[in-house]
């Protein structure tokens, strides 16, 4: 069987490759590249300003709690309390009553500043502790915020503005901003102060890695131009579809995009320098060198950035509208992220010659290091016992996936999901003392206005409820709006804890029981509780439709079944070792669990990430076993990706470990995670398990295709792979 007829490794680049590479037309590539950047750079500074934070962008579109919070607009729209928290052990004295006065009285005046006008002042509500021990010890004023359509953005200053309103603790006083409020701006506020800096803190790690990497002060730059080039793009062109096409955006997809285009752009040059680097050993024409190593590495970047890109569209079958929103904003990013690295980057790099690997500059002719590098040795000591080599990593990998029994994913409470405690959980511990524990966050229920009377009777009676709570709140000035009602009732529990989910259960049975209500209960526990039921059903289907749709990229890439299948299992391997070893970890740091949130999106990146090195390692093998055999090919593609696969990775995980950084558990945790687990794959996984598995199967990886039943060069034993002379690469 001609190699020919199995890979493209000996035949000529095609019009892509040599438009890209050509003497004069990089220079027309480099010129549309600027127009581009120039043209959508300056939409990119305006992506903040069409996120979509509020709740209605993140819960599940057909969830009950999101369909009463689109009917609540007609009584108070997108109306969530901050409570104003005040205390002093030996009992509130009159400078103190003066101060919550005084507060009140700043809220609720008509010519407010622009600062506070989401404060909705007719709905101020002042409570103090009037009986038991603590009496007269603290009071609290309940604050509804009118968050409206752009809120989310502005609340931390408005809580600011609040706080300033309150003006500074007396000396024995406490005064502290809490309640869903309160902790929604302390998160957004650490948001805040980080986004600004992470893309630069993320460009510092990755230009450290290249430096390390490369050896070279010049040839970094290129890849970093190249990414932030195609940063910039991206974000236009996803400001614009957000702007005039409805693509949702919000803050936790704009955050994660940042770090994906880096990381994966970052890695995706790096192969593709690598492989120029061997063919400027090959060629003296630069141009020439570069239509070769696109042709070559061009189909493991499209198949890579594809397995990411199908990835994340998978995700708009989730039922949790911040996961949905999530999938299309970041395909759309890495396929920019490619676009730029199969043309961009490899227009600088020609235009640039080859004084950019100073100090060492590849010329024809020279030798390949990686041919007697580390990866190479390490090739030559797994082809040894590749068996038990492959048996005894996969064990470890095993063990180490045990450790997913304290995983725990539940849905953090808001106190838990801090890495440090800011003024509003400090705040929310202490007002708990002195108040019922779901103070300020009811359960809030619209239906048929004829129904109303039925409906309160009801909710008196459901286990779980404070009867003395039910009703219309003094906050609203209508019960009754266009044929709706609309009534509050209070858990007895904290509004994260499952005995409120429980009794949001036992609501929402009891409410469907009245014929013609039509109740729909929604804010406080009842989105939690669907929230949990949309996790459920997204951990259900995206899980396994993303690895159908992995396996088959993979068998299309490679043209078989058995690879695939095997690739697959080690990838699922890795992650559960990396869950596993994450739990452990998070557990020794003393963080309450994971989210609910949290698998699955360390197992969409780890699955589509993961894969990539995978299939630059694959390619190569399959490149390399037409001409020299399976095993024989086995370990010049290790020996040939080994070194770029694992600075790819350390860059992938660096970028994912600022997120470890973060002050919010959630996104440290995926983070860690991601991080964790890319090492486990680059270091592990790639090279050791895929390696050995290939080694000790051979040929039969390529079932059922025809190189699978091609002749094995010296039999394709073992000991002609461990004797082959390997000295030349490609």
Same mark, same amino acid.
């Given at each position: 069987m001609s190699g020919n007829a199995l890979t493209n490794a000996d035949s000529e680049p095609g019009a892509f490759a040599r438009v890209v590479s050509g003497r004069k037309s990089k220079w027309v590539v480099f010129g549309v590249w600027i127009l581009l950047i120039i043209a959508l750079g300056g939409f990119a500074s305006k992506l903040n300003g069409v996120e979509k934070n509020d709740s209605a962008a993140w819960l599940p579109k057909s969830a009950e709690s999101t369909q009463e919070l689109k009917l609540e607009g007609a009584f108070h729209p997108n109306w969530y309390p901050a409570i104003l928290f005040f205390e002093r052990d030996g009992g509130l004295n009159a400078a103190d009553h003066a101060q919550i006065d005084k507060t009140v009285a700043a809220l609720k005046v008509s010519a407010k500043p622009a600062a506070v006008n989401m404060v909705v002042h007719e709905a101020v509500l002042t409570q103090e502790v009037t009986d038991g021990p603590n009496a007269g010890k603290a009071a609290q004023v309940i604050v509804p915020l009118n968050l409206g359509n752009d809120g989310w953005n502005k609340l931390p200053d408005t809580i600011k503005a609040v706080k300033a309103a309150m003006g500074p603790a007396s000396a024995g006083e406490k005064v502290y901003v809490t309640g869903p409020m309160g902790e929604a701006a302390d998160e957004a506020d650490s948001f805040k102060n980080i986004n600004g800096s992470l893309t630069y803190i993320t460009l510092g790690v990755v230009i450290l890695i290249l430096l390390i990497a490369?050896?070279?002060? &010049?040839?970094?730059?290129?890849?970093? $131009?190249?990414?932030?080039?195609?940063?910039?793009?991206?974000?236009? &062109?996803?400001?614009?579809?957000?702007?005039h096409a409805g693509l949702t955006v919000n803050g936790q997809a704009a955050f994660i995009l940042v770090v994906l285009l880096l990381g994966a752009g970052t890695d995706y040059a790096l192969l593709l320098i690598a492989r120029y680097r061997e063919e400027l050993r090959r060629y003296e024409d630069r141009h020439e060198a570069m239509a070769h190593a696109l042709h070559r590495a061009g189909p493991a970047l499209v198949a890579s950035s594809t397995t990411v890109a199908v990835s994340m569209l998978i995700l708009l079958v989730a039922e949790m509208n911040s996961t949905k929103g999530m999938g299309p904003v970041l395909a759309i990013g890495v396929l920019v992220d490619l676009l730029a690295m199969l043309t961009l980057m490899p227009a600088l790099v020609v235009i640039c010659g080859r004084w950019i690997f100073w100090p060492v500059k590849p010329t024809v002719g020279s030798e390949e290091p990686t041919q007697h590098g580390v990866w190479a040795r390490i090739g030559k000591r797994i082809a040894v016992r590749p068996r038990t080599v492959w048996v005894a990593t996969a064990l470890l990998l095993l063990i180490g996936a045990a450790g997913m029994t304290q995983l725990h994913a539940h849905q953090m409470a808001s106190a838990d999901n801090f890495v440090n405690k800011p003024d509003s959980v400090v705040g929310a511990e202490l007002q708990a003392r002195y108040f019922p524990p779901s103070s300020g966050q009811s359960l809030d229920i619209i239906g048929n206005a004829a129904k109303v009377d039925a409906v309160t009777a009801a909710l008196k009676t459901v286990p779980g409820i404070d009867p003395s709570s039910v009703g219309t709140p003094t906050t609203v000035p209508q019960q009754i709006v266009g044929g709706h009602f609309y009534v509050e009732a209070m858990p007895k529990d904290p509004a994260d804890s499952n005995a409120a989910k429980d009794t949001v259960a036992r609501v929402r049975t009891a409410l469907r029981a009245i014929p013609g209500a039509e109740a729909k209960v929604g804010s406080g526990s009842a989105m939690l509780v669907d929230v949990d039921h949309a996790t459920r059903h997204d951990n259900e289907w995206i899980i396994p439709i993303t690895l159908i749709a992995v396996f088959i990229i993979l068998g299309l890439l $490679?043209?078989?079944?058995?690879?695939?299948?095997?690739?697959?299992?080690?990838?699922?391997?890795?992650?559960?070792?990396?869950?596993?070893?994450?739990?452990?970890?998070?557990?020794a740091f003393g963080w309450n669990g994971v989210d609910t949130s949290m698998p699955l999106y360390a197992f969409v990146f780890l699955v589509a990430l993961g894969i990539d090195y995978n299939i630059f390692l694959m390619t190569r093998i399959r490149e390399e076993s037409v001409r020299r055999g399976t095993r024989r090919g086995a370990l010049v593609g290790l020996s040939a990706t080994g070194g770029v696969i694992t600075w790819a990775g350390l860059v992938l995980a660096a970028t994912f470990g600022v997120l470890a950084g973060l002050p919010i558990v959630t996104f440290a945790e995926i983070g860690f995670a991601v991080a964790l687990g890319v090492l486990l794959d680059t270091m592990i996984v790639r090279s050791v398990l895929v390696t050995a598995l290939t080694l000790d199967i051979g040929k039969v990886m390529w079932w059922p295709s025809q190189l699978s039943k091609a002749d094995e060069p010296g039999g394709g034993t073992l000991d002609s792979a461990r004797s082959a002379d390997d000295s030349v690469l490609v």
């Open positions: 490369y050896r070279s002060p &010049i040839l970094w730059f290129i890849p970093i $131009l190249s990414a932030g080039g195609a940063l910039f793009v991206g974000e236009g &062109i996803i400001y614009l579809l957000a702007k $490679l043209r078989a079944f058995v690879a695939p299948l095997l690739l697959i299992i080690t990838v699922i391997l890795s992650l559960g070792a990396s869950l596993g070893l994450s739990a452990l970890a998070f557990k």
